[in-house]
């Protein structure tokens, strides 16, 4: 089926409403929060990530956050951002930041529709999977450099590697 003749797409459908099909579709664990904002919950291998899907219409933008706890020490939060800068370079379709306020490590993306584009599902889903799957490639990075005293460089040498072989 041509992805035109979907029964998704047409200029009814909101993008949040797309995000809660693609998580009803997927079995996730998901809250309508308001008419333009989804979260999810996400169990991951290292960690359990929260997810905000919401909708500015003024900018056209569907905004992702996935978010996770991390209180690292005062001492190497200097270490914290040198390792957040190294991941950042070695991404394409998001974006670490830490909100110290909040004690959150976030990955942030922004789908532009604008001039009335309609997100196809299969971009949602790949959002949500790429977030959760950089949070996951990235974690270990951010736990040895913030509490392993292991230096911003080599533990993005740790997440940037691959395993070859079989245990």
Known sequence: MAQLDHPLFSDAIHPIDIAET????????????????LTL?????WRSYAITLAWCGRDEVLRLVCSFDMDPPVARQAALYEVLNLAN????????????AQRLM?????????????????????????????????????????WGDTAPAAAIGIAMGEAYGRA
């Open 22 to 37: 693609v998580a009803a579709h997927r079995d996730w664990s998901c809250d309508r929060l308001a008419d333009d904002r």
């Open 41 to 45: 919950a996400m169990q991951g291998q």
């Open 89 to 100: 370079d070695a991404v394409w379709e998001g974006g670490f930041a830490f909100w110290a």
């Open 106 to 146: 976030v990955w942030r993306y922004g789908l532009v529709l604008s001039g009335g584009a309609i997100a196809a599902p299969e971009q949602i889903d790949r959002m949500i999977r790429s977030a959760v799957d950089s949070c996951e490639r990235f974690y270990p990075a951010f736990q040895l450099t913030c």
